[in-house]
């Protein structure tokens, strides 16, 4: 009968996705990049962006600090001039 050879089959093709679609999953789960380690040209980009922030960041901070002085100063003379 057809039904006897198709029940015997059924089976065996389920048994066959069931082994490569747990492989599929079980190989790809198992290989853990660390997350830690970073490529070289990862790393050198990152420390490139680094001492260009620093690069951008220490004339941006003395001009503040500048003008913070200039601002103190000035109110240093106000206060100079208010008490005469």
């Not at 069931?18 to 790809?28: D, E, H, Q, S």
């Not at 380690?37 to 941006?60: C, H, L, W, Y």
Request: hydrophobic share 40%; with cysteine.
């Amino acid at each position: 009968m057809v039904t006897g050879d198709f029940m015997k089959k059924v089976p065996a093709y389920w048994l066959i996705a069931a082994i490569l679609l747990g492989g599929a999953i079980w190989g790809c789960s198992d290989k853990k990049e660390p997350a830690a380690e970073k490529g070289a040209i990862k790393q050198m980009t990152d420390e490139t962006a680094k001492e260009a922030v620093n690069q951008i960041r220490t004339p941006i901070d003395k001009a503040r600090t500048a003008a913070k002085l200039q601002e103190e100063k000035n109110k240093e003379l106000d206060d100079a001039l208010k008490k005469q």
